[in-house]
């Protein structure tokens, strides 16, 4: 090979680095390891950690244990679709282009939106994503998001606020929910005005009156919504929001410490213009069969440059593609199905919890899949004894909110069974 | 074929879930869904079934030769994807307490340190999810640097090169500042000239890509480090290329400021047909201050998320970052240890190899050894036979390969951009080379077979134009609108696709 180049050694093919910058030595790093010393060191780290097979959980506040059926492993197992990259050349690619398709598909359908993006990194950054459209669309620089909207989502939103030229308000909770004559005051002059349904404290927001309240400011809705709710909650499409984002892990995606995840973006068509990321769409090919490419391309950066709508290249799509198939799976009937569940045992847990002589943080609210609890005692302790019984009983909420020190926020998912939860009551009530 | 939707059966499910015997709990009725989602409707063989045949229509590197330019598509080791699938990785929950993630972090803590040793640089986040936030987040770093030092106001600019990746004039937008681009002289370096004169107080910083994308190491590396250095700029490393240089050139040496590392790509990631990606930031001493929060640290044999980092600029993301991506970079840079300066070795030998190969039949803009990849151009082919980059991508895929970037790098009209990386044999480099050459002459002697091409794919060559101005971007179900099945004449832009 180095005969076919004309050169004598592979030192000569780095010639034109100048001396100044070559790496003197050898690189510093632990030697190389086998295939075999690789799985049994990563196995021992992976050891180290307790999870959830191990320890009995409940935590939730955006990444949730749900059941993940062996069907998803199989799909992302095949080589052509986890191997390849994005589908620039529609030719080599229809079967990554309709499955991306069919997950617009979805999306819309959950949502009750026009049109889906292809995926974002996660459920914090679409809500930025989402920002950078609601200026644009609007011509304003105010950004309204709810105190009950996750921590994460706008912490991320904060830091991003800058380089937009963004200003962030914050709406305070009360008594667990927004209060909607609050958020139409404080939406004048916004741009988007972003709330969590169900919230951060699982709390069912009365979110029908909240984008009532940012469209009579003439703000842009956006419901930050779980799409495992959506089977029995009612799609923000369907009560005035301009757009809809959330997390998708909750759909097809395990916990994985908390990554890669997919974030989902869909909006109403009017502002398909404005959308980040790749969108595919349907077209014919020279035979007239039905192809699909990716389209919309003169949002992007790659044609758009400083122009773009967004510098997202690189995205989710195979996790995206994992939530495809888990809602195919479960279908329509399934998907209310597990919400009912989650929701019923949800309830269940609160029962047993107020049973055993514990408060509930926002008693009169409704909930889904996460409720807030008193522990009579902060809330770390309460973890540590409840540990001590193999339960890690939920989130503890003062890292977010201030008085409430002593409060967990306890996730019910549909692999949690009644006695799992009778053993959580067991180790609060201890 | 059909979509999954059309395959839909009402009443048909995939699977049961359990039932427990508590009472059914009901959303109120106000907040209640109206009209259910239109799920498809199949049984579980149907969906595996739909999913297989979708994959027999797709090309991934497993399939073939993927040499897809700046993408660095090399195979991915199988051990991976069995180590992100731990029990202890896949089902760690991230608000779990710190004695029950010590693990995870070892793990992150680790990367953090190799990644730092590869860049020559100080401290690493591995929050950002993609190289392209990995880029909006160091130039979040310098606004916060800036801001620090009292001189946020004054530095407005950043500088690009006019060979840039198109992530890198759109993250200059998202954060803020404004643009200039410095051009690329005629060895296919920054212009020096042209980068003074661009310079002065107001720059906040460089984004440069080296090797460029060109696929060349730019020769006054050290001295453009000078210049922003000089008037207190700051420069920021595009990672997308550091394939070429593990063990050869670190970043840090080179004068970089802020690097962003593509797991993805450098230190190998399956792709996913789009993602997941990492793009951890790599900085100077004097930049760690302001990296997201929380910070993964070890304090004696533990190890701890530090969140009390009152300069940090914040979180880009949720958490601490894609784990699972992190788990496989991780152990792919274990299994070569310092020999990482072999992957690159190999890299560059297998794109001049290649290069060797083709330089006679394609016109060849910069004549010099390449790095990881190169460009050529069709322009000849264009010019003489009206034969485009477009045309040559597609007959490629008749030969059974991936085709290269297209049109990327902008600078170079008719750019085929070929990055073979390390995993690649000799004798794939010979096969795609004599594909190539086929080509060439097949472009003087019977240019139709180029025009038509692909002629071996589940579909002909697809119309982009239609596809955009009818913008169809979901099923519509009974109300799905009828595109026909005239045969369309299809029309594909001549535009960047790749990188």
């Known amino acids: 090979m180095l005969a076919a180049i004309g050169v004598s050694s592979v030192e000569e093919l780095f010639r034109d680095i100048p001396a100044g910058v070559r790496f003197g030595r050898e690189l510093d790093l632990e030697p190389p390891l086998s295939e075999q010393e690789l799985t049994r060191h990563l196995g021992e780290l ?8 191990k320890e009995l959980s409940f935590l939730g506040a955006g990444i949730y244990d749900h059941y993940v059926p062996a069907v998803v492993d199989t799909v992302l197992q095949r080589g052509e679709l986890l191997t390849a990259y994005t589908p620039y050349q529609p030719e080599m690619s229809q079967g990554v282009l309709q499955a991306i398709f069919e997950y617009q598909t979805v999306i819309c359908e959950l949502t009750g939106m026009d049109v889906s993006n292809a995926s974002g ?17 609007t011509g304003r620089t105010k950004v309204v998001v709810t105190e009950a909207t996750s921590p994460q989502v706008r912490q991320v939103v904060k830091t991003y606020a800058p380089g937009f030229g963004l200003e962030i308000v914050e709406v305070p909770h009360r008594g667990g929910i927004t209060d909607p004559d609050e958020l139409r005051r404080a939406a004048t002059d916004a741009a988007c005005v972003i709330f969590q349904q169900p919230n951060f404290f699982g709390c069912l927001e009365p979110a029908p009156d909240l984008a009532a309240a940012a469209n009579d400011a003439e703000a842009i809705a956006i419901a930050h919504v779980d799409p495992i709710s959506l089977g029995v909650l009612e799609a923000p499409g369907a009560y005035g929001c301009g757009l809809a984002i959330g997390e998708g892990q909750s759909a097809g995606n395990y916990q994985s410490f908390a990554g890669p995840h997919y974030g989902f973006l869909a909006a109403r068509s009017e502002f ?12 014919l090919d020279a035979a007239g069969e039905r192809g699909y490419v990716l389209t919309l391309q003169t949002r992007e950066q790659h044609i758009r440059r400083e122009k773009a709508t967004s510098n997202i290249t690189t995205n989710q799509t195979l996790l995206a593609l994992a939530g495809l198939v888990h809602l195919s799976w479960l279908g329509p009937q399934g998907l209310r199905e597990l919400g009912e569940t989650c929701m019923s045992l949800a309830e269940y847990a609160k029962s047993g919890l107020m049973a055993a002589g514990l408060e509930l943080v926002f008693p009169e609210r409704a909930t889904f899949k996460e409720f807030a609890v008193h522990t009579g005692r902060s809330a770390r302790d309460a973890t540590r004894a409840a540990r001590e019984r193999g339960v890690h009983p939920g989130y503890a909420l003062g890292r977010d909110y201030e008085g409430l020190d002593d409060a967990l926020l306890v996730a019910v998912t549909e692999r949690r069974t009644p006695a799992d939860i009778d053993r959580l009551v067991a180790a609060l009530a201890s | 074929m059909k979509l999954i939707f059309e395959k839909s059966q009402p009443g048909r499910r995939g699977g049961e879930l359990p039932r427990y015997d508590v009472p059914l709990a009901k959303v109120p009725a106000e907040l209640q869904r109206q009209v259910p989602p239109r799920l498809p409707e199949l049984a579980e063989p149907e969906i595996v079934r739909h999913f297989t045949e979708l994959s027999t229509r797709n090309f991934g590197i497993d399939t073939g030769f993927y040499p897809l330019g700046s993408c660095t598509m090399k195979y991915n080791p199988r051990v991976n994807e069995r180590l992100a ?38 401290a690493c986040s591995l929050q950002p999810a993609a190289g392209s936030q990995g880029e909006l987040t160091g130039l979040m770093l310098m606004r916060a640097y800036f801001a620090d030092r009292g001189e946020a106001d004054q530095r407005d600019t950043i500088i690009t090169a006019d060979t840039a990746h198109g992530t890198n004039p759109a993250s200059v937008t998202m954060a803020g500042y404004k643009l200039a681009k410095v051009e690329t002289d005629a060895r ?14 107001r720059t906040a910083g460089l984004m440069l890509t080296n090797p460029s994308t060109l696929g060349l190491f730019d020769e006054h590396i050290e001295e453009i480090a000078q210049i922003f250095h000089e008037v207190g700029a700051l420069l920021y490393y595009d990672g997308a290329n550091l394939n070429a240089v593990c063990g050869i050139s670190r970043p840090g040496d080179m004068g970089f400021d802020i690097v962003h590392i593509n797991l993805h790509k450098t230190f190998s990631q399956p792709h996913g047909g789009g993602g997941p990606g990492g793009g951890p930031i790599v900085v100077r001493d004097n930049l760690e201050p302001f990296l997201p929060v929380p910070a993964v640290v070890k304090d004696g044999e533990r190890f701890r998320l530090d969140h009390d980092r009152p300069k940090s600029i914040g979180k880009v993301r949720g958490f601490t970052g894609p784990f699972g991506v992190f788990v496989r970079s991780y152990a792919y840079m274990r299994s070569y240890g310092p020999r990482l300066r072999e992957m690159s070795e190999t890299a560059v030998l297998n794109a001049n190899y290649l290069l060797a190969l083709l330089r006679e039949a394609y016109d060849l803009p910069y004549d010099r050894l390449a790095m990881h990849e190169f460009v050529l151009s069709a322009r000849s082919l264009k010019r ?34 070929i990055e073979p990386t390390e995993t690649e044999a000799k004798e794939t480099l010979d096969e795609f080379a004599d594909a190539m050459l086929a080509i060439a002459r097949e472009a003087k002697e019977n240019p139709e077979v180029l025009r038509d091409a692909p002629h ?29 099945n005239e045969p ?12």
Not at chain 2, 488 to 499: C, D, M, S
């Open chain 1, 46 to 53: 992976a050891a180290r950690n307790v999870d959830t097979s």
């Open chain 1, 121 to 137: 990194y996660d459920g914090t950054t679409v809500a930025a994503d989402a920002c950078y459209m609601a200026k644009h669309a």
């Open chain 1, 272 to 283: 398909i213009r404005r959308m980040p990321g790749r969108i595919v769409g349907e077209t």
């Open chain 2, 85 to 122: 699938m731990l029990p202890g990785f896949r089902d760690l929950h991230p608000c779990q307490d710190e004695d029950a993630i010590q693990g995870a972090l070892e793990l992150m803590w680790r990367l953090q340190e190799e990644l730092i040793e590869v860049s020559g640089l100080d």
């Open chain 2, 188 to 201: 296919g370096n920054v212009d020096v000239a042209n980068l003074r004169e661009l310079v002065n107080e």
């Open chain 2, 384 to 417: 003489e036979h009206g034969i485009s980059a477009l045309d040559v991508a597609k007959r490629l895929m008749d030969y059974g390969f991936h085709p290269p970037t297209i049109y990327f790098p902008l600078v170079v009209p008719e750019a085929l951009m």
């Open chain 2, 456 to 484: 071996g794919r589940p579909v002909r060559r697809l119309d982009e134009v239609l596809a955009a101005k009818r913008a169809i971007v979901k099923y519509g179900f009974e109300e799905h609108p009828d595109l026909g």
């Open chain 2, 488 to 499: 369309a004449t299809p029309r594909q832009l001549e535009a960047q696709k790749g990188a």
